[in-house]
Each structure stands twice: as structure tokens, then as C-alpha cells.
């Protein structure tokens, strides 16, 4: 399927986005999972006009909005973006791929750390945050995947590569039928479970759950939500800071043809009344962009 | 990449650590997008530092040995050496004001 503008999130920011979007006939998909937004568990009493709400009804309406507006919204995660003669190739984690000639990032910042005893000390000792990076130093042993998305299933798949043995630990499914198939059928090993603690002490030497068992691996990767929106946006040659901000300038685009950000991807500070704000301009921004191609 | 950074190799790494006071040396991999993310950092830093602190980066895809030696599991990780003795390695992509403060607090 084949649209002007592809948004990237499904949360304040990118609700917006399709609204300023679609109000310009711009023909407008959103994709994301509107309960991974920050804005869902929120409850706002800073924005304009209005004297307190909670997250949920502000992206139930957001939601209704854009939809009447003409945007589709799809509850899907995005994990590959690329290049392609007619703009941008989009996949999303159930396998669907779509067209667009522009693209707006606002998937928010992603969230990544497990906060459980060990991993802060084991960092760089067996505990990575990015089986991309580090498979290789993990050939013939067996490890361990903490995830429950997208993120996560595609690691499993990953290292079921190199790994003696792939632990995928979640204690609940998120990820999409399509990419869960693919780590099961790869041999990873579904693990329905809490982890609680990672053991070791120069090195990684096991996952302790919280039903008491114990998994022994020498590498334990944090894998948490849905691929990480930075990671894709370096494959179009967009740069992301240390801390995996995007910098955008006032008409909200990140210096790549036909690619704007807004919200929380693009920094602090992390409030709803500024990923408004930045998403009104990048979806009239990107509407611009497409339909003037 | 910088002209102030030096390509190092396995074959090579011990004579730029014997040669140096403090170095750090970028553990890196074509493939990591994070590792990519810390070269225009290391790039302003290899300049701004420029006569303190040697700065080298290595391929880990290419020069295993090094990467074994130190343990090394996950990149970027920042190798750090004073007058020849190892200190706290950084690992992950940090920010360019971390890492200065950290090479000035070993001057």
C-alpha cells in the first residue's frame, strides 16, 4: 500500500502528526502500538485549555480524530525502514510493507533498562543491550533474550546464529505472531517468565527467574519494546545523539529529504504540550513535502 | 575519522599503549550502530585533547586477539590506559562530556 505521509508512533506526537497531515489530504498512516506511548499511564494538567485529564482519553480522542480526519491508524510496530525508488520501504512486524514519501519519526525515547540486580554491574561483562552489536562475542554459548516485543523476537532469531542455545525470556507476548514464528522456528526457546536477577561476578553466569529457576548463560541481552526507531533511522542516514535524540530544526525536519521527528525523539523536554507542538508542524511539514513530489 | 586518531591492530596495539601516558582506544565493529555513533564524538575529542590523550580506534572484526585479551563483549567499549596500566574501561555510547571528564580526571 502506497501513502504520502508513514508515521512512526501512535502517541501524542504522532496522533498530532496525522491530524496536520490528513487535514492537508495528504493520505496518512499511522503505525504503533498506542499503549507503548508514555502519554497512556499519564495524567496531564499542564496543557493548554484544558484542567486535567489522563493519557488514555487524550489518545482515545486523538485517535478518533485523526481517524476522522482521513489518517488510517494501524496498531502495528515498525522494524525496518529503507530506502526505495519511490521514497520509503516500511515493514511492520506482522510483515506488511508499505510505501511512503515522507516519514515522521515519533515513536518517543525508548526506554531500555531492565532494572534488576546485576545488570548495571554486568554491563559490557555478559549484559548487552545490542545483540546487533555483540553476537559474535557470543559464538557456542548459550544466552539469554529479556523481551516481550518486536525488539526482542528479532534478537532471538539473531542469535540463534551464533549461540549454542537461545533462552527467550518473557513473561508475556507482545511481539507479532509473524516474528515470534520466526525465533521459534530459528530454535530459540520460549521462556514464560519474570526475570529477577542476573548472576555472576567478573562475568555472566546465569538468569535467576522468579519462579526460582535458574537459566545458565554467559550473555544475557536486553531487548525491551519495539526496534528501536534510532537504530532504524541510521539506516537512511539519519544521525542520532549519544543519548538517542534526533535534532530537527523549526519546520521539524532531521536534514534527510522527505524525514521529520517530533516529540520526545527529539529531546527534552519529554511534555506532551512541546510533542504537540512539534507534531502540528511535522505533519504539515511532511504533507507538504509528499504531495509536492 | 580524525587525523589525530590512530588505526591500530592487534600487531600494533602494544607499542601505542607502551608509547602514550593515557590513551583510550575505541573497541568498535563496522556492523554496531552504536559504535558509529560515538565516531563524530571521538573525533571532536581527538582534537579538543589533542597532546593529552592518544586516541585509537580498533576493529574487533579484525583484530580479535585484542578483543579477547581484554574480555572484551560488548561494543563500543572505550579501553582506557594510564602510563601502560588499564584503568575502568567505558562501555556504550556515552555522551562527549562524560568522556572528557573522565580522561581529564586520569591527567
Known amino acids: 500500500m502506497n501513502y504520502d505521509v508513514v508515521i512512526v508512533g501512535m502517541g501524542a506526537a504522532g496522533l498530532q502528526a496525522a491530524i496536520a497531515a490528513s487535514r492537508k489530504k495528504a493520505k496518512t498512516l499511522v503505525l504503533g502500538k498506542h499503549e507503548d506511548s508514555a502519554l497512556y499511564w499519564a495524567e496531564v494538567e499542564n496543557y493548554f485549555g484544558v484542567r486535567r485529564v489522563e493519557g488514555k482519553e487524550m489518545l482515545a480522542i486523538g485517535m478518533e480524530q485523526a481517524s476522522s480526519f482521513g489518517a488510517e491508524l494501524m496498531e502495528e510496530d515498525v522494524i525496518e525502514l529503507a530506502k526505495g525508488d519511490a521514497g520509503f520501504k516500511v515493514v511492520s512486524d506482522s510483515g506488511k510493507e508499505f510505501t511512503a514519501k515522507a516519514l515522521v519519526f515519533a515513536s518517543g525515547i525508548s526506554r531500555k533498562k531492565l532494572k534488576i540486580p546485576g545488570e548495571k554491574e554486568l554491563f559490557g561483562k555478559g549484559v548487552s543491550y545490542c545483540s546487533s552489536c555483540d553476537c559474535n562475542f557470543y559464538k557456542n554459548v548459550p544466552v539469554a533474550i529479556v523481551g516481550t516485543g518486536s525488539e526482542a523476537a528479532i534478537s532471538a532469531e539473531l542469535m540463534t546464529h551464533y549461540a549454542s542455545h537461545v533462552y527467550w525470556v518473557a513473561k508475556e507476548m507482545e511481539a507479532s505472531d509473524n516474528l515470534r514464528d520466526k525465533a521459534l522456528a530459528a530454535g530459540a526457546e520460549l521462556v514464560t517468565a519474570e526475570p529477577t536477577e542476573i548472576g555472576g561476578k567478573e562475568k555472566v553466569s546465569s538468569l535467576i527467574l522468579a519462579n526460582g529457576k535458574s537459566l545458565e548463560v554467559n550473555g544475557v541481552f536486553i531487548e525491551l519494546g519495539a526496534r528501536s526507531t534510532t537504530d532504524m533511522a541510521m539506516d537512511l542516514g539519519v544521525m542520532p545523539d549519544p543519548e538517542g535524540t534526533i535534532k530537527v530544526d523549526r519546520k521539524c525536519s532531521v536534514g534527510v529529504d522527505g524525514i521529520y521527528a517530533c516529540g520526545d525523539i527529539t529531546g527534552k523536554p519529554w511534555q506532551v504540550p512541546k510533542a504537540v507542538g512539534e507534531g502540528g508542524i511535522a505533519g504539515a511539514e511532511a504533507a507538504t513535502y509528499a504531495r509536492g513530489l | 575519522m580524525s587525523g589525530n586518531i590512530t588505526t591500530l591492530t592487534d600487531n600494533d596495539f602494544d607499542n601505542f599503549i607502551e608509547n602514550n601516558p593515557l590513551i583510550l582506544v575505541d573497541c568498535w565493529a ?61 562501555v556504550g555510547v556515552r555522551p562527549k562530556d562524560d568522556i572528557k571528564k573522565y580522561l581529564m580526571s586520569k591527567l
Open chain 2, 30 to 90: 563496522q556492523w554496531c550502530k552504536p559504535c558509529l555513533m560515538l565516531a563524530p564524538i571521538l573525533d571532536e575529542l581527538s582534537e579538543e585533547l589533542s597532546g593529552k590523550v592518544a586516541i585509537g580506534k580498533l576493529n574487533v572484526d579484525e583484530n580479535p586477539g585484542i578483543s579477547h585479551r581484554f574480555n572484551i563483549s560488548a561494543i563500543p567499549t572505550m579501553l582506557v590506559f594510564k602510563n601502560g596500566v588499564m584503568q575502568e574501561p567505558l
